[in-house]
T-cell receptor, first 115, second 116 residues
Framework: DGGITQSPKYLFRKEGQNVTLSCEQN?????MYWYRQDPGQGLRLIYY???????QKGDIAEGYSVSREKKESFPLTVTSAQKTPTAFYLC??????????????FGEGSWLTVV | AQSVSQHNHHVILSEAASLELGCNYS??????LFWYVQYPGQHLQLLLK??????LVKGIKGFEAEFIKSKFSFNLRKPSVQWSDTAEYFC??????????????FGQGTTLQVKP
């Protein structure tokens, strides 16, 4: 089946530790995104990438890093500088912006908790 | 900068009641508008979208939304809700046309609880 796969679904991070969330898509989408969903604040953009080997910071990029070495993969590293204790992370992808009205599709999300 | 505001944070309705969730956005140019839904324990799904043309768009499960450009609004409606509509609803916008970068700006979300 075509779709976006995030792993792991649940992850625990110790303070001072970096962890990486995986996101893979087989939709042949050029653009990929990482959002964080916080209660009462909706979804906020962390990083996005419109093409391989290129990415831009979103609204809450501090404490995060990404890479885009392959079209189908957009891993997110949560560094020790990120202080949010528990958060839900959503990966998404879409067709290129030149495509009329590109729709963004989401993965099932990953919960990350600092212990 | 773009922003999206959803007026209702938590809505409680009885089955068969009518639903309208407000959404206003702030952006001066052409926009693409979306409503996403997140059912309990499930991933975010597209409910409906507006890119151009008829400002009244119909989505899945009997939902519809009307784009009123003069009011910068894109309210979601359903004439008769069901218990299965209990979910969180997000309005989102991105810049349309040549200004489109793909990234979506989301509202804060509205939790809808439908009582059987």
């Amino acid at each position: 089946d075509g779709g976006i796969t995030q792993s792991p679904k649940y992850l625990f991070r110790k303070e001072g530790q970096n962890v990486t969330l995986s996101c893979e898509q087989n939709l042949n989408h050029d653009a990929m995104y990482w959002y964080r969903q916080d209660p009462g604040q909706g979804l906020r953009l962390i990083y996005y990438s419109q093409i391989v080997n290129d990415f831009q910071k979103g609204d809450i990029a501090e404490g995060y890093s990404v890479s885009r070495e392959k079209k189908e993969s957009f891993p997110l590293t949560v560094t020790s500088a990120q202080k949010t204790p528990t958060a839900f992370y959503l990966c998404a992808s879409s067709l290129p912006r030149r495509t009329s009205g590109n729709t963004i599709y989401f993965g099932e999300g990953s919960w990350l908790t600092v212990v | 900068a773009q922003s999206v505001s959803q007026h209702n944070h938590h809505v409680i309705l009885s089955e068969a009641a009518s639903l309208e969730l407000g959404c206003n956005y702030s952006y001066g140019g052409t926009v693409n508008l979306f409503w996403y839904v997140q059912y309990p324990g499930q991933h975010l799904q597209l409910l409906l979208k507006y890119f151009s043309g008829d400002p009244l768009v119909k989505g899945i499960k009997g939902f519809e939304a009307e784009f009123i450009k003069s009011k910068f609004s894109f309210n979601l409606r359903k004439p008769s809700v069901q218990w299965s509509d209990t979910a969180e609803y997000f309005c989102a916008v991105n810049a349309g046309g040549s200004s489109n970068t793909g990234k979506l700006i989301f509202g804060q979300g509205t939790t809808l609880q439908v009582k059987p």
